[in-house]
Nanobody
C-alpha cells in the first residue's frame, strides 16, 4: 500500500510563507504526477499545483507567481513553497500522487491525510 504523509502546515500571517512537504512510501515502481489540492471552508477540493515526473508543472491561476511546486524523484517527495500567502489560501491541503506499482500496471492514485494551512492576522 502506498502512503502519502504531508507536513508543514500551520498558522501564518498574510504575506508570510510556508513550505509543505509530502513523502510517498510503499511499493512504487514509478510516480507519474504529484500534486497539491486544497479544500477551503465551504468549498470543493481544487487543484493547487501539480508536477510531472519530468518536471513539467501547472498551477491554479489563483496561486501563480506565489506558489511553487517541486519534487525529488529519488526520495519520492513533493513540495509546495507558498509565498505571499493570503487569507483566501486558508484550507486543508492534500498531497496526491499518480503512480504505478509495477512497470506494466495501470496508474493508481494515492491521497494524503491533509494538512491545515491558516492565513490570518
Amino acid at each position: 500500500q502506498v502512503q502519502l504523509v504531508e507536513s508543514g502546515g500551520g498558522l501564518v500571517q498574510p504575506g508570510g510563507s510556508l513550505r509543505l512537504s509530502c513523502a510517498a512510501s510503499g511499493t512504487i515502481f514509478s510516480i507519474n504526477t504529484m500534486g497539491w489540492y486544497r479544500q477551503g471552508p465551504g468549498k470543493q477540493r481544487e487543484l493547487v499545483a501539480r508536477i510531472s515526473s519530468g518536471g513539467s508543472t501547472d498551477s491554479a491561476d489563483s496561486v501563480k507567481g506565489r506558489f511553487t511546486i517541486s519534487r525529488d524523484n529519488a526520495k519520492n517527495m513533493v513540495y509546495l513553497n507558498m509565498n505571499s500567502l493570503k487569507p483566501e489560501d486558508t484550507a486543508v491541503y492534500y498531497c496526491h500522487a499518480a503512480y504505478k506499482r509495477r512497470s506494466f500496471s495501470t496508474t493508481q492514485d494515492a491521497w494524503g491525510q491533509g494538512t491545515q494551512v491558516t492565513v490570518s492576522s
